[in-house]
C-alpha cells in the first residue's frame, strides 16, 4: 500500500503556470503530413515536413528545457505514428491523476500505447479514459478550475466523464471554432490572471466570460497561425515562445515575464507548437 501511494506522489500537476519539474516529450524524427488533419497542415501539405530539421529544432528546444532545470523524458518514436511529437494530445495531469486520453483521429490512434508503455516502466500511475474522446490540447488547468475545449476532438462525453471523475473541480466546457484543432490552440492561461487569446476562434459570451477571470492578451490571426498562443509556461514568469511571434513576445515581455525564444517553425506546420509538445507531469513543489 505504502509502495503505491508512493507512485502516486511522483505526478502532480494544477496550474498551466507554476515551476515545471518533469515533462515528457517525443522527437518528431517520423513527422510528416501524411494525412491532412487540420487547417494548418493544409497549408503545408505539398511542402511537407523535413524531419531532420524538424529533429534538429526539437533537440535545441530539449537542451533548452534541459537549461532551465525541467527533467525531460523521452517516448521513442515510431514511424506508425507521424504525429507522436505532439504528445500533450495523448495525456494530461490534473492533481495527482495522469490521464491517459482518448484519441479522437484514427491516424493517432495507439500512441496512448506507446504512452503507457514507457509510464509502466517508470513505475507512473495513470487513469485510463474510455467515454467519449478527448485530447490533452483541450485541457487547461488552473487550480480547481478545469477548462474542456470542445473540438472535433472532444466531445461533451469526454466533459460528463470528467465531471464525474472530478467532484471537486468546476469543470467548464469552452466552445470554439472547430477549424483552430484545440483549445490551447487559442486559448492559453499564463499566470493566476493572464491568458492569451484569440478572439476569432470564441464567440462574445465566451469572451466576456473569460474577461470576469482573466486579463486577456490578444493574439492577433497572423501570430494565431504561427501558434503565437501555444505557449509553454515553465514557472516564475519564464514562457518558451517562437521567435516569429513578435507582437505576443513584445507583450509578454511588457508584462514582465522572460521570454525563452526557440525556434521549432518546422513542427508548427503539423499544427502545434510547444504546449502541444509537451506533457507536464510534475510541476510546482517536489
Known sequence: MALAFEKQLRVFCDTEYETLHKVILCEPKYMKIKEVINETQKQYKNENIDSELATRQHTEFIKSLQQQGVEVILIPPSQQYPEQVF???????????????????????????????????????????????????????????????????????????????????????????????????????????????????????????????FQLIEVSEDEQFTLGTNVLSIGEKRVFSLPINKNVNKKLKTLGYNVIEVDISEIIKSGGSFRCCTLPILRGKK
Open 87 to 213: 504528445t500533450r494530445d495523448i495525456g494530461f495531469t490534473i492533481g495527482s491523476t495522469l490521464f491517459v486520453a482518448e484519441m479522437a483521429n484514427d491516424i493517432r490512434l495507439g500512441e496512448e500505447k506507446v504512452l503507457k508503455q514507457i509510464l509502466q516502466e517508470k513505475e507512473i500511475l495513470f487513469q485510463d479514459l474510455t467515454k467519449g474522446v478527448i485530447e490533452g490540447g483541450d485541457v487547461i488547468i488552473n487550480k480547481n478550475t478545469v477548462y474542456i475545449g470542445i473540438s472535433s476532438r472532444t466531445n461533451g462525453k469526454a466533459v460528463e466523464q470528467m465531471k464525474k471523475i472530478l467532484p471537486d473541480h468546476e469543470i467548464i466546457p469552452i466552445p470554439f471554432d472547430e477549424k483552430y484543432l484545440h483549445l490551447d490552440c487559442v486559448f492559453n492561461i499564463l499566470s493566476p490572471n493572464e491568458a492569451l487569446y484569440f478572439p476569432e476562434a470564441l464567440d462574445q459570451n465566451t469572451i466576456d466570460f473569460l474577461k470576469t477571470r
